[in-house]
């Protein structure tokens, strides 16, 4: 258990620098917009999605409630960075999807978090990369995986 509490320190502090630190306010320049986080969340959950979400889906990846979620994509559809089209399973609902300028938006925020990753760790031997993706990758699905 020592070990697993030497580690949250270490945790909570790599959260902090990449989610309030330069790297996100770098990621969210490159976009060419001014987003606040959570618009940008809504576009980095589409962009992960394979196909248009309703907000409900959006929320339950975001871990939010979907009022939060509406109004977020109702600024967004105003922008022009997404739309509504039908969902083909049940005409009375939409789905949200990211328009070209949202997606692009979506992929320039990724290029730079990864771009900040991998300098990172560019002096890593490939094993120890390879291991850390493989690490955080079962770390995050056991995580989503547990939570309510």
Same mark, same amino acid.
């Given at each position: 258990?020592? &070990? +697993?509490?030497?580690?949250? !320190?270490?945790?909570?502090? =790599?959260? /902090?620098?990449?989610?309030?630190?330069?790297?996100?306010?770098?990621? /969210? +320049?490159?976009?060419?917009?001014?987003?606040?986080?959570?618009? =940008?969340? @809504?576009?980095?959950?589409?962009?992960?999605? &394979?196909?248009?979400?309703?907000?409900? *889906? @959006?929320?339950?990846? =975001?871990?939010?409630?979907? !009022?939060?979620?509406?109004?977020?994509?109702?600024?967004? +559809?105003?922008?022009?960075?997404?739309? %509504?089209?039908?969902? !083909?399973?049940?005409?009375?609902?939409?789905?949200?999807?990211?328009?070209?300028?949202?997606? *692009?938006?979506?992929? %320039?925020?990724?290029?730079?978090?990864?771009?900040?990753?991998? &300098?990172?760790?560019?002096?890593? !031997?490939?094993?120890? %990369?390879? *291991?850390?993706?493989?690490?955080?990758?079962?770390?995050?699905?056991? @995580? /989503?995986? %547990?939570?309510?």
């Amino acid at each position: 258990m020592a &070990d +697993e509490l030497d580690f949250l !320190p270490r945790l909570m502090r =790599m959260s /902090t620098a990449i989610s309030r630190g330069q790297v996100v306010q770098r990621a /969210t +320049e490159a976009t060419g917009l001014t987003l606040d986080r959570p618009a =940008m969340s @809504i576009l980095l959950t589409l962009a992960m999605a &394979d196909g248009p979400l309703r907000v409900g *889906e @959006i929320a339950d990846r =975001m871990q939010v409630v979907g !009022p939060h979620v509406t109004r977020q994509v109702q600024a967004l +559809e105003q922008r022009g960075l997404v739309r %509504r089209v039908a969902d !083909p399973s049940d005409r009375r609902a939409s789905l949200i999807e990211a328009t070209e300028t949202g997606a *692009e938006a979506a992929n %320039r925020y990724t290029s730079t978090i990864i771009g900040w990753f991998r &300098d990172v760790v560019a002096d890593w !031997p490939a094993h120890d %990369r390879s *291991e850390l993706g493989r690490l955080l990758g079962k770390l995050a699905d056991d @995580i /989503t995986n %547990r939570l309510p």
